[in-house]
């Protein structure tokens, strides 16, 4: 049964750089067409889906965060990762990771990680 | 940018109603919609995708309608377990966008 885990500082200061990564269990994140992204909700807000990217390395970013979002993989860890850089209060949330297979919705997701500027 | 707007925002509904939540999508997505379901304090579930097609392991009462831009989910017979926000999310085209939710609660 594929899970997938947050992890990262629940904490950033405004101007620096929020790291995040999901760590993929039960299954490889390398051999699949699948898209590997990252959403997220703030406090009592609903969800905007920021980046995500495929094994071969393919990336699509939302534009309104484009300029401050890296998402990236690594294949032989079974992780990928988000920074956003210049955070402000308004990038406070819950982030979650999540599995898209190709032309589906998100049917894996983590359980979400808090993070407060 | 392709924008989500659901009807109603929140509703009031009682142990075996049936419940229908709108999603209306400001240009044309075909069946690329998909359904999910959040309770406080979770992920958000999924439930549906290309607009009717039910995820595996997911309960028949509920079921999904549309095309184009107008798209519906209906939940047959309200059980305790069925309160919760429920998004729409379009995957046509980039940016993936969410509508922004029905909240169901208790009447």
């Known amino acids: 049964q594929l899970q997938l885990q947050e992890s990262g500082p629940g904490l950033v200061k405004p101007s620096e750089t929020l790291s995040l990564t999901c760590t993929v269990s039960g299954g490889s994140l390398s051999n699949s067409n699948d898209f590997w992204d990252w959403i997220r909700q703030a406090p009592g807000k609903g969800l905007e889906w920021i980046a995500n990217?495929?094994?071969?390395?393919?990336?699509y970013y939302n534009p309104s965060l484009k300029s401050r979002v890296t998402i990236s993989i690594d294949t032989s860890k079974n992780q990928f990762s988000l920074k956003l850089n210049s955070v402000t209060a308004d990038d406070t949330a819950v982030y979650y990771c999540?599995?898209?297979?190709?032309?589906?919705?998100?049917?894996?997701w983590g359980q979400g990680t808090m993070v407060t500027v | 940018d392709i924008q989500m707007t659901q009807s109603p925002s929140s509703l009031s509904a009682s142990v075996g109603d049936r419940v229908t939540i709108t999603c209306r999508a400001s240009q044309g997505i075909s069946s690329y919609l998909a359904w999910f379901q959040q309770k406080p304090g979770k992920a958000p579930k999924f439930l549906i995708y290309g607009a009717f097609s039910l995820q595996s392991g997911v309960p028949s009462k509920f079921s999904g309608s549309g095309s184009g831009t107008d798209f519906t989910l209906t939940i047959s017979s309200l059980q305790p377990e069925d309160f919760a926000t429920y998004y729409c999310?379009?995957?046509?085209?980039?940016?993936?966008?969410f509508g922004g939710g029905t909240k169901v609660d208790m009447k």
């Open positions: 999310q379009q995957y046509h085209s980039y940016p993936l966008t």
């Open positions: 990217i495929q094994s071969g390395g393919g990336t």
């Open positions: 999540a599995r898209r297979p190709p032309w589906r919705g998100f049917d894996i």
